[in-house]
């Protein structure tokens, strides 16, 4: 597995730590890096953030994405998959009429909210993917992905049609019947540099254990558990994000390796996979 970092650079200081011709200038606003945390430079960067910070009040990097790049070797031979969601979108459902019983929700990280009624959504704003997550975690599948769940015998994925307009549609919502354990292993944080549980009142890692941080930092690692096996779509128990307005922390999403195949086979779209690691 080759794992990199990308990161979207302040342009006014990108030179204090890279070449004028490397990365990608997006616009003269931002300036796209990517480079290895084998890289030399790699240890600089919070550094440097910190001092840039300190001496203009403003930030090194505005946004970061870690990229993992497995074989197919190392692909095939994993026993759990993490479903990695790519596309997000809005209006929530709560904005179109989905709803929701916060009587249910944690009253510290807002996580466990019930939702009580079948997912209402603005057709319009459904990217043209296979499988989209809304900003407040809503799963939302195509037809067609439907379909081949339903064709293949897959375990573990409950389909409800979405609602449009008052309307039942043939878009789905995805949820997973399985919960499994994230185990301390798995690494959260603010970003790479900053694995806080906390900041500006906000709290990141409940202390009844519903969330674990603000973002994945590391690939996902699990407590062995028998869902694993006799499942082919699951959810993590605990949840990754904050309440933030329209925002709600959510799972990660596993599958099996049947699932994986039945995406690459009807070359679904909106989706990748990284490795899970079971403990």
């Known amino acids: 597995m080759k794992e990199t970092l990308e990161l979207r650079i302040n342009p006014e200081y990108a030179n204090l730590l890279f070449k004028a011709d490397e990365g990608k200038n997006l616009g003269k606003s931002v300036k796209v890096v990517e480079l290895s945390k084998y890289d030399k430079r ?23 994405e870690i990229k993992r790049k497995y074989s197919k070797k190392e ?3 994993a026993s759990l998959m993490h479903l990695k969601i790519l596309n997000t979108f809005g209006p929530a459902g709560e904005e179109c009429g989905t709803l929701y019983d916060e009587r249910k ?4 990280c807002g996580a466990k909210r019930k939702q009580i009624s079948s997912l209402r959504l603005k057709k319009s704003s459904v990217p043209r993917k296979d499988i989209a997550r809304t900003i407040a975690g809503e799963v939302v599948v195509s037809e067609k992905f439907a379909k081949v769940i339903k064709q293949k015998g897959l375990k573990g994925a409950l389909l409800d049609p979405i609602v449009f307009n008052n309307v039942t549609s043939n878009y789905y919502q995805l949820v997973a ?3 499994i354990d994230l ?3 798995t690494v959260t944080g603010i970003n790479p540099f900053d694995l806080s549980n906390s900041s500006e009142g906000e709290i990141y890692r409940c202390p009844k254990g519903h969330t674990l941080g603000l973002n994945l930092i590391s690939e996902p690692y699990v407590i062995n558990d028998p869902s694993i096996t006799e499942n082919d779509f699951m959810a993590s128990r605990q949840m990754i994000g904050v309440k933030r307005g329209l925002l709600r922390p959510g799972p990660l999403y596993f ?3 049947a699932f994986r195949e039945m995406m690459e086979e009807k070359e679904l779209s909106g989706f990748e996979f990284e490795i899970v690691h079971i403990e």
């Open 105 to 108: 929700a944690c009253k510290i």
């Open 42 to 64: 790699y240890s600089q960067i919070p550094i440097i953030a910190k001092q840039v910070q300190g001496n203009y009040g403003k930030s090194f990097f505005f946004g970061w």
């Open 75 to 77: 692909l095939d031979s």
């Open 255 to 257: 599958c099996s390796q």
């Open 177 to 179: 019947s399985a919960e």
């Open 183 to 185: 185990s301390q292993s």
